[in-house]
């Protein structure tokens, strides 16, 4: 049963930690390397995947998991606190720091404007994007070719954008996780999915924590 105590402290803290998120990019940003942050679940069983990949080549830099569980709940909106303390321990581990951190997840787009990859950045400092499968608000659809988009928004407020990475398939829809602008992110996210509707630094990371949570089982 949910503790109705630490979900109320959860949201608590959503709400006083927002203010802290800022939007828009350091001078001269210019990110030469970005991890993607994946996680999968086997119950409260879990593996955290972290893969850094080159902008530029998209080739892998490097790549950790780690294994962990949760006891936090899943509540709608606090996605988060199931994940962070597993990404961390990912990130920790490894040798290269990566110049912004691709989650699997929203940011801006989440009922207190403070989602996973908003989560992330205030807590790290780091450069964080959020890219989500699924929209979190309402959105008309983008037009069909690669680099369209259309704005996602969520009373009265724009919280991201509905971004078409490939010609023809369903959009992801992108948001501002910590020290960056939409626009830049959106332009970041088509760097790193030129061949796939997901950037590759999701994939790789997905791909290698269900690998390694297929191996614990």
Known sequence: MTDPSRVDEAIAEQFALRSLVIEH??????????????????????????????????STVESKVVAGSTDFPYVPGLFAYRELPS??????????KPDVLVCDGHGRAHPRRFGLACHLGVLTGAVTVG?????????????P??????????????????????DGVKPVFVSIGH????????????????HHRQPETTRRADH???QALRALA
């Not at 990404?87 to 290269?96: G, Q, Y």
Request: hydrophobic share 45%; aromatic share 6%; with cysteine.
């Open 87 to 96: 990404v961390r321990a990912v990130l920790d581990e490894l040798e290269t």
């Open 179 to 194: 020290l960056i602008d939409l626009e830049s992110a959106c332009e970041l996210v088509l760097r790193l999915a030129a």
């Open 131 to 143: 890219v989500a499968k699924s929209a979190f608000g309402s959105y008309e659809e983008p037009g």
């Open 25 to 58: 990019a350091p001078d001269g940003f210019a990110p030469r390397t970005a991890a993607g942050l994946d996680v999968a679940y086997d119950g409260d069983r879990l593996v955290a995947a972290a893969c850094v990949v080159d902008v530029e080549t998209l």
């Open 145 to 166: 070719r690669r680099g369209d988009w259309s704005p996602v928004e969520h009373e009265g407020a724009v919280v991201g954008r509905a971004l078409r990475t490939q």
């Open 208 to 210: 290698l924590c269900r």
